[in-house]
Structure formats: structure tokens, C-alpha cells
């Protein structure tokens, strides 16, 4: 695809975060795909894989793999003004300034998860603020993201099983199926990966291997994020939820921010957190206590309608 002569030129933001081990704007002229609120998402001109897309948000969205964060939001409100002047999908944007004179403060960050020892306590006042938040809900059956959460157990277990029948099974029931840009089944798959990174690297490594073939199922924004998890890589948002499995006082804030991400998509990848942390603790302790809910409280309920 040939550099379009009219493409808008971006500033050099002052401050940036970009993952390591990356330098998403070395292509110079991105292919315009989408832009929200507090997010840009680029393709490099000639882009035919995932780990071509670049995520620019903001710091309340937080970095996402692969991504640049811009802290300052007046910096990332104009490059959004700019990315609108050009047509989605055919117009480009040129970050080669951004090469030439990259900006004065950058930092790396590390979006490999760390270890987590999980927090049974934890794990399940998880459970049941997710379980409250799907009850608060109101769902098109049509756009239901339930049949798909609920599978997030089941997968952690076949990874942890060594089972690749039931994780081959699975895996073709959640790849690309669900609601959203990013559909939900992708989203629970890659909480799955997240807990299974952080706690389990010979069950992530055995899920893991069964995910390239699959990519060519889902949209592209979701081929990257998958790409992502199965390299250890995730977003920031994830990284919060993961860290709830073993601090409760982090859990109410973890679940209302959860509702935040996009229409579903924090919740889904919450869910595939979740049940993964119960797979692995119930295979540990079959009869724990946390493995069955406790009675939902009321108070929470009301506050949160």
C-alpha cells in the first residue's frame, strides 16, 4: 500500500509509555483503523499480522501490549482530532517525526505478568461481585457473554489436565465467538492465559501451543490481543485483575473498573481470570470452601444498581 501524500502528520508528544522490548511507531505511516474516546488503533501500511496493530491511549485506559500510552490527556486529544480528519480503513496517519525525534520522556514498561501466590478469600469475593455484576446486567440474549464466561473454568482445567482433546474442543467453541469488536470468548480466553502466566507457565505453555492455528477465526484487534497473551503480554487492566487474586481489598475497585472496558470485554477477560483461579485451586483442594458462593450481599446489590 502506497504512503498517501495527504496523510495527516502528527506532533511528538512530550511523554509516552510504550511496552518493552518495542518501538511501535518505527513503521512511520499507519493505516487509520478505529478511534474512540481514549484509544487510536493503527495498522503498519502492508500489515498482514496481528503484532502489526499499535494501541495509543490514554492513561486512564492504561498501556496495552504492543501499545504507547500518552499520560497527558491534551497531547492524546489532539492526535485523536487528527486520526478523525482522515477516513477509517483507507486514510493513514505519519508517526515518522515520531522516529526522527522520538519523545524526550519515554518510559518502558514490562507487561509480562509477575507471580502471584492466588488469595482463596480473594479469588472468591472475586467470584461473587462477578456474579452480582452479571445479575445487575441488563442483556440482549442475543448479545449474552454468559455462555462463554462459563467455559472459563472448564479450559483452565483441560490446561491443567494436559487434556489438548477437551482443550482443542473448547478452544473451537470460544475463538471468535461472543459479542464485541473483540469477542467475548477471546477476551475470556486470554484472562484464562493471564492467571495460567502468573501462576502456572507449564499450563499457559500447553494452552498456549494451541492458539496460532486459531487466530485466522476472530477479528484482528482480538488476533492481537491472543497474539499477545500467548507471548506473556497484557494489558494493564489485566494486570490489575490478576493482583486482585491475592489482595481482597482489591477486588470492588478491580470489578467496577472491569464494567468500564468496553461493552463487555473487562468482565469477559475477569470471568476467564476467575475461573481460571478456581481451576487450579479446586484442583488443589477439591472441597474448599470458597468453591461454593457465598450468599450474595444485598447491600452491594443496591449500592450498585
Do not use: K
Not at 508517526?95 to 501466590?117: A, G, H, K, T, Y
Request: charged share 20%; hydrophobic share 45%; net charge neutral.
Amino acid at each position: 500500500m502506497a504512503v498517501d501524500d495527504e496523510a495527516v502528520v502528527a506532533e511528538v508528544p512530550r511523554r509516552a509509555r510504550i511496552s518493552s522490548s518495542t518501538q511501535p511507531w518505527a513503521a512511520g505511516v499507519f493505516r487509520v483503523v478505529h478511534v474512540g474516546q481514549s484509544s487510536l488503533i493503527l495498522a503498519a501500511l502492508g500489515a498482514d499480522s496481528a503484532s502489526d496493530l499499535v494501541a495509543i491511549t490514554s492513561q486512564q485506559r492504561g498501556l496495552v501490549p504492543g501499545g504507547v500510552c500518552l499520560p497527558d490527556d491534551a497531547e492524546l486529544a489532539r492526535l485523536l482530532d487528527m486520526a478523525r480528519r482522515v477516513a477509517p480503513g483507507v486514510g493513514t496517519l505519519d508517526l515518522r517525526r515520531w522516529v526522527q525525534s522520538p519523545p524526550p520522556e519515554i518510559v518502558e514498561v514490562d507487561l509480562r505478568l509477575p507471580r502471584v501466590r492466588l488469595g482463596p478469600r480473594a479469588v472468591a469475593e472475586l467470584r461473587v461481585r462477578l456474579v452480582a455484576a452479571d445479575r445487575l446486567s441488563a442483556v440482549d440474549p442475543l448479545m449474552d457473554p454468559r455462555p462463554q464466561r462459563a467455559l472459563a473454568e472448564p479450559l483452565a482445567h483441560a490446561a491443567l489436565a494436559g487434556d489438548d482433546e477437551a482443550l482443542c474442543g473448547l478452544l473451537l467453541r470460544l475463538v471468535g465467538s461472543g459479542p464485541g469488536a473483540t469477542p467475548a470468548g477471546d477476551d475470556v480466553v486470554v484472562g484464562v492465559l493471564a492467571t495460567l502466566s502468573a501462576t502456572r507457565s507449564d499450563a499457559h505453555a500447553r494452552l498456549s501451543r494451541h492458539l496460532p492455528a486459531l487466530l485466522s477465526r476472530t477479528t484482528v484487534a482480538s488476533r492481537h490481543d491472543l497474539a499477545a497473551a500467548v507471548d506473556g503480554c497484557y494489558a494493564e487492566h489485566v494486570h490489575r485483575t490478576v493482583a486482585a487474586l491475592a489482595d481482597v481489598r482489591l477486588v470492588p475497585a478491580t470489578v467496577e473498573r472491569a464494567r468500564t472496558w468496553g461493552a463487555t470485554s473487562g468482565l469477559d477477560q475477569a470471568a476467564g481470570v476467575t475461573g481460571s483461579a478456581i481451576a487450579i485451586l479446586r484442583a488443589h483442594a477439591p472441597t474448599a470452601p470458597l468453591l461454593v458462593p457465598r450468599p450474595l450481599d444485598r447491600n452491594f446489590l443496591r449500592r450498585s444498581a
